[in-house]
T-cell receptor
Framework: KNEVEQSPQNLTAQEGEFITINCSYS?????LHWLQQHPGGGIVSLFM???GKKKHGRLIATINIQEKHSSLHITASHPRDSAVYIC?????????FGKGTHLIIQP | DTAVSQTPKYLVTQMGNDKSIKCEQN?????MYWYKQDSKKFLKIMFS???????INETVPNRFSPKSPDKAHLNLHINSLELGDSAVYFC??????????????FGPGTRLTVL
């Protein structure tokens, strides 16, 4: 069964900093999903990717299939980016979620 | 207009009862999902339906039964509720179903508390 690890578990940074959240998985996948869960509980799908890189506004997601690793980057971070970021790997045995990274951006 | 809606938002019930959570999407999507988020905030997919057909059925007790009357609705029925069923249940929908160019849209969640 796929194992999905995220790091760091918790991250506190100052406004404006460049943020990197990492996700690694143990077996081959067809797609990797990044989600954002707001403090109020709502979930937003950020990216679904299977190779290379995707960008949306200040968010960038990359994936390295050979290394079984994905990163989510936030440029010019802002307090409204404070949330839990969750990656999920879609493999032959289904969808496996990481435990999430709790990000706090301080003004 | 709400894209993905769930009812009820909160559900408090006794052990042993049967309850349903409803989900509707007005996005014209073909694929709908149910996720469970436990007290430790760990997300897990439960079911996925594409055009009213079950395509993912993760290891969940058979007390949980999804029902899709049409492709805009995916309801979750739970029989004989147990304490461990207490969680937040999220419904979601997408156009393509876990394809890399796909985006999932989540409902606001239903917080189920079993006493």
């Amino acid at each position: 069964k796929n194992e999905v690890e995220q790091s760091p578990q918790n991250l506190t940074a100052q406004e404006g900093e460049f943020i990197t959240i990492n996700c690694s998985y143990s077996v081959g996948i067809s797609a990797l999903h990044w989600l954002q869960q707001h403090p109020g509980g709502g979930i937003v799908s950020l990216f679904m990717l299977s190779s290379g890189k995707k960008k949306h506004g200040r968010l960038i997601a990359t994936i390295n299939i050979q290394e079984k690793h994905s990163s989510l980057h936030i440029t010019a971070s802002h307090p409204r980016d404070s949330a839990v970021y969750i990656c999920a790997a879609r493999g032959a045995d289904g969808l496996t979620f990481g435990k999430g990274t709790h990000l706090i951006i301080q003004p | 207009d709400t894209a993905v809606s769930q009812t009820p938002k909160y559900l408090v019930t006794q052990m042993g009862n049967d309850k349903s959570i409803k989900c509707e999407q007005n996005l014209g999507h073909d694929t709908m999902y149910w996720y469970k988020q436990d007290s430790k905030k760990f997300l897990k997919i439960m079911f996925s339906y594409n055009n009213k057909e079950l395509i993912i059925n993760e290891t969940v007790p058979n007390r949980f039964s999804p029902k899709s009357p049409d492709k805009a609705h995916l309801n979750l029925h739970i029989n004989s509720l147990e304490l461990g069923d207490s969680a937040v249940y999220f419904c979601a929908s997408s156009r393509l179903g876990f394809q890399p160019q796909d985006t999932q849209y989540f409902g606001p969640g239903t917080r189920l508390t079993v006493l």
